[in-house]
C-alpha cells in the first residue's frame, strides 16, 4: 500500500515534470507580440510637446510573451480586460483605450494559455499596462519593491486596482531596485529603470537571430522624447527617469540592441504579430 502511494506520488511527479517541459521546446528564446489595440486623444501637452513636434500622437498598446528553453514570461498585458469582450462583437472602448480583439485567443494562437506562463512581469502599473494582469497571477510575479508597495498601497492616477487585485496573493520574486537573469543564462533579463513609476522596468531579450532587444516599457513614449530628452508631465520622478534612460541607452549602446518603445506605432507596425514571432 505505502510502496502504491510512493510510486503514484513519483509518478505524479514525472507527469508534472513532463507537462513543464512540453513547453520549453525552443532552442533560443524567441518573442511572441499580442495586439492590445491603442490609446488616442492623447495631449501632447501632457508628454511636454506640442502637436507639430509629434509625428505620430496616438499610442498602440501591445504585450509580449517570451518562450525560453527553460520557460515563459509574460511581459504587460494589455489595457482593456478581456471579460470587457463577452457578449461584444467588434471593438471595446474604454475611455481612451481601445482594442478590436482580446489576449487569450492570441496568446492561444501562439500555443500558449495564461495557466502556461511561469514568470509574468509589468513594465510599470499604469491601467493601459495591467488590463488582463489578474490572469497571470498563477505566474511567478517578478516586481520592484517600490512598485508593489505603491500597487498595494493607496494607489492614485493612471491606475485600476480590479485589474491587478490577484497579484496580491501571487508568487512574487520581489526586487530591490535591481537587474532579475530570469532564467539565469543571461538571455532575459528583468532591468529596473525607476521614474516614470516607482518601481518601473524594462525587459532585455537576448536573441539569436535578432541580437539584443529591450521592451521598453514607458522608459518613453515617442521617439521624439528619445530624441529631446523631454519627460512626460506626471512622471513619478523626472530625475530618476532621466537616470534610468542614461542607464538603458549605455546598455543599448554597449550590445548594439534594438529599443522597441511600447507606445510606439511605427516600432510595432514593423513588427509581426502572434502566432509569428522573433527570434
Ligand atoms: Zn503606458
Redesign the pocket.
Known sequence: MRFTRVFAAALIGLLVATGAAAQSTVASPRIYIFDNGG?SGLDPSLFNFTRDELEEVD?V?VSYLIVHPRGTLMFDSG?IPDSAFAGHDGPVTEGVMSASKPLAPQLESAGYTPADVDYFAL??Y?S??TGNANDFAGATWIVQKAERDFMFGAPEG?VAPDTFAALRTARTKVLDNEDFDVFGDGTVVVMSAPGHTPGHQVLAVRLANAGTVVLG??LY?YPEERATGRTPTFEYDAEQSRESRARIEKFLAATGGTLWI??DRATHAALPKAPAYID
Open positions: 490609446i499610442f498598446d489595457g513594465s510599470h499604469h493601459d499596462h493612471i516599457g514607458d513614449h511600447e507606445h
